[in-house]
């Protein structure tokens, strides 16, 4: 898909009140708000208008805008996320999209989907069923983009804890290219609805790099890590290594931080 739109929020001051099990220390909210700041540039640097909602001190988790919508060429999802703590998450975004999309379709209890759980590949959707996003989500959302055309399955990752979400571990780069964390190659490659032409597996010591974007023309991808730098190089792609130390400590990555359509 070619984007040309955005939405994004930066953290709040309340950004290191929110959910992590990364164990890396507290974020620096400077620093966040730094990475952020340039996650932004390079949006548009690739072309695409970005709406920058307000920082919302009531939910520390807020800057992780992909998880409260499921948004596509066709139509746009409002999810209900798997932690309590963020439920609120989702007006805000209703109200912004609503700008795009007239009638934007809702997860409703007692379904839970979390957006990074979501990975759309030329028409199909991977559904991950995690501790975020559960069956009768899944079950939900699948209807949901059915109505729209679309197709999907589910890979069940609630067995590997290390997955926060399903795009912790997978990348989708188009044409049959994918990113994977190991963990999940098994899985990905027994997907008979999707093509796998190209797998680069993710060195297990550089696990956070399998969260990586295609933005257009170029690839997203953490700093920091530069065996998949390599890989990604080596297959002609344009690389974007952008700093995001700060949000790893909240266990958030780079397909985290925007809704892009």
């Not at 620093?31 to 920082?55: M, P, W």
């Not at 596509?72 to 989702?90: C, I, K, M």
Request: hydrophobic share 45%; proline share 5%.
């Amino acid at each position: 898909m070619h984007f040309t739109r955005a939405i994004v929020r930066p953290p709040a001051r309340s950004f290191a009140a929110g959910l992590s099990s990364a164990a890396e220390g507290v974020p620096d909210l400077d620093r966040a708000l730094e990475q952020h700041a340039a996650y932004v540039r390079a949006l548009r640097d690739c072309g695409l208008q970005v709406t920058q909602l307000e920082a919302d001190e009531a939910y520390p988790d807020g800057t992780f805008v992909e998880d409260t919508a499921i948004v596509t060429g066709r139509g746009a999802v409002l999810t209900r996320p798997g932690a309590p703590s963020r439920a609120g998450e989702v007006r805000g975004i209703a109200a912004c999209l609503r700008n795009f999309f007239a009638n934007p379709m809702l997860i409703e209890p007692p379904g839970t989907v979390d957006g990074g759980d979501i990975c759309e590949a030329d028409g199909h959707f991977l559904i991950g069923v995690s501790a975020r996003t559960n069956p009768a989500g899944a079950q939900q959302l699948t209807e949901h983009l059915a109505r729209m055309g679309y197709t999907a399955s589910v890979i069940d990752i609630k067995a590997n804890p290390a997955l926060l979400h399903l795009k912790s571990g997978i990348a989708y780069l188009g044409e049959g290219a994918w990113v994977a964390d190991s963990a999940v190659e098994g899985e990905l490659r027994s997907q008979p609805a999707i093509e796998v032409r190209d797998l680069m597996l993710v060195p297990a010591v550089e696990a956070y790099a399998a969260n990586c974007v295609r933005v257009n023309e170029v690839i997203f991808a953490a700093q920091g890590y530069p065996q998949m730098r390599t890989v990604l190089e080596s297959r002609g792609y344009r690389v974007v290594a952008l700093e995001m130390s700060e949000f790893r400590k909240m266990d958030g990555g780079l397909s985290c931080l925007s809704l892009r359509f």
